[in-house]
T-cell receptor, first 117, second 115 residues
Framework: AQKITQTQPGMFVQEKEAVTLDCTYD???????LFWYKQPSSGEMIFLIY??????QNATEGRYSLNFQKARKSANLVISASQLGDSAMYFC??????????????FGTGTRLKVLA | ETGVTQSPTHLIKTRGQQVTLRCSSQ?????VSWYQQALGQGPQFIFQ???????GRGNFPPRFSGLQFPNYSSELNVNALELDDSALYLC??????????????FGAGTRLSVL
C-alpha cells in the first residue's frame, strides 16, 4: 500500500536554528512527486517545496530544502534559520501516476512545529 | 494568496441533508482536486477533475460527487450527510494533470459541521 509516514507529531526549535522534519514514503510507482506543505492555524495549505522522483539534485526554495534519499525512500524537510512565523503544521505529500491518466495524492499525518523565541 | 477561492467558509448541516461546496481555481489552472481533512489528521484525497471529467478518486463513497465547469471552477456535493463528514474540505488547483510535478495550490477551505 502506498503511504506517507511522518513520525514526529510535534517538534520544538529555537528561533534562528535549523530544524529537520522527517518524511518517509512507500510506493511501487517509478514516477512520483514529493511535496511539503505548511498549514497555519488559519487552515490554508501553503506549498513549500517539490521534489520529483527523477530529480538528481535536492530541491531548495529559500530557507527550505528537501533532503531526498531515494534508496531510503525519505524526503525530509530542512528549515534553516527558523522564524516565529514558521510555527505551523507541516505535511509531507506524494503524488503518483504522473502521465498515466490516473492520479492519487497522499498526505502524511503532519508534524506540528513550534518555534521558540 | 493562492488565487483559489472556496465558499462558503463555514457551514452547519444536519445529518441526512445534502451540501454543495464551491471552488474557483487559480487563473490558468485546469485541474481541481478536493480533499477532506478531519480534525488532527492529514488531508484525504476525494477526487480530481480535469477538463470537466473525474480523473482520479480516493476511497470515498458515491455520495461524494463533483462537477467541473468550462471555466474550471468546481463543486463538491455530498448527499445523505453523516456525522463523520464533519471536516475541513480543501480544494486545490493545478495547471495540468499530465505535467510532471504540477503543484497544487490550495484554497482556505470550507469547514463543515454536521449535527
Amino acid at each position: 500500500a502506498q503511504k506517507i509516514t511522518q513520525t514526529q507529531p510535534g517538534m520544538f526549535v529555537q528561533e534562528k536554528e535549523a530544524v529537520t522534519l522527517d518524511c518517509t514514503y512507500d510506493t511501487s510507482d517509478p514516477s512520483y512527486g514529493l511535496f511539503w506543505y505548511k498549514q497555519p492555524s488559519s487552515g490554508e495549505m501553503i506549498f513549500l517545496i517539490y521534489q520529483g522522483s527523477y530529480d538528481q539534485q535536492n530541491a531548495t526554495e529559500g530557507r527550505y530544502s528537501l533532503n531526498f534519499q531515494k534508496a531510503r525512500k525519505s524526503a525530509n524537510l530542512v528549515i534553516s534559520a527558523s522564524q516565529l512565523g514558521d510555527s505551523a503544521m507541516y505535511f509531507c505529500a506524494m503524488r503518483e501516476g504522473i502521465g498515466s491518466g490516473t492520479y492519487k495524492y497522499i498526505f502524511g499525518t503532519g508534524t506540528r512545529l513550534k518555534v521558540l523565541a | 494568496e493562492t488565487g483559489v477561492t472556496q465558499s462558503p467558509t463555514h457551514l452547519i448541516k444536519t445529518r441526512g441533508q445534502q451540501v454543495t461546496l464551491r471552488c474557483s481555481s487559480q487563473s490558468g489552472h485546469n485541474t481541481v482536486s478536493w480533499y477532506q481533512q478531519a480534525l488532527g489528521q492529514g488531508p484525504q484525497f476525494i477526487f480530481q477533475y480535469y477538463r470537466e471529467e473525474e480523473n482520479g478518486r480516493g476511497n470515498f463513497p458515491p455520495r461524494f460527487s463533483g462537477l467541473q465547469f468550462p471555466n474550471y471552477s468546481s463543486e463538491l456535493n455530498v448527499n445523505a450527510l453523516e456525522l463523520d463528514d464533519s471536516a475541513l474540505y480543501l480544494c486545490a488547483s493545478s495547471r495540468s494533470s499530465g505535467a510532471a510535478g504540477n503543484i497544487q495550490y490550495f484554497g482556505a477551505g470550507t469547514r463543515l459541521s454536521v449535527l
